[in-house]
């Protein structure tokens, strides 16, 4: 009687605990709405979008614009943002292509980092991609960047399981 005695309110105690956790997180938190949806959830069509959106929003001196050719090639067409200034266009093949981040050490001691995006050919018979590489997205922050990756590198996985 005495074990009843003592154990009787933890074990309640318990069972409380247990049934207030079973109505879980709730899956309709307005705090939830912030949260872009994950590049492993996207299409390829939602990733172009979201590669355009940021390419609109993140640099202050540049506006980038992306397609996906056909043969997976990413076409990337840059402009500064000014009157009358010329876009440049460059195609980069995602097979192949290693995605790095790199940081600028350009930018301002006072302001935040920024940081690059850029893609690095592989060498036939070479282990380490050779050259400076290709500038896929500038001047983004941390989160940015990250982002920016991780979208092209699920481009490149569904590029290269429709290929195969």
């Known amino acids: 009687m005495n074990w009843m005695r003592w154990h009787t309110p933890g074990l309640l105690g318990l069972v409380c605990l247990l049934v207030g956790c079973l109505d879980g997180y709730p899956t309709n938190s307005p705090d939830d709405a912030d949260f872009p949806p994950s590049s492993v959830d996207m299409t ?3 990733r172009m979008q979201r590669l355009n959106e940021m390419g609109m ?14 043969g997976c090639r990413l076409q990337m067409e840059y ?3 000014r009157w009358f200034a010329r876009s440049q266009v460059v195609r980069v093949p995602l097979s192949g292509t290693e ?28 282990g380490e991609p050779q050259g400076p590489g290709t500038v896929l997205h500038d001047q983004g922050s941390w989160p940015d ?12 996985r569904d590029c290269h399981a429709t290929v195969s």
Do not use: C, K, M, N
């Open 145 to 156: 960047a990250i982002e920016f990756r991780a979208l092209l590198a699920h481009l490149q």
């Open 79 to 81: 402009q500064e943002r």
């Open 99 to 126: 995605i790095r981040i790199e940081g600028l050490e350009e930018a301002l001691e006072e302001g935040p980092e920024l940081y690059r995006v850029v893609g690095l050919r592989q060498v036939a018979g070479q």
């Open 57 to 70: 929003d993140t640099s202050p001196h540049l506006r980038w614009h992306y397609t996906l050719d056909a």
């Open 44 to 46: 390829q069509a939602q």
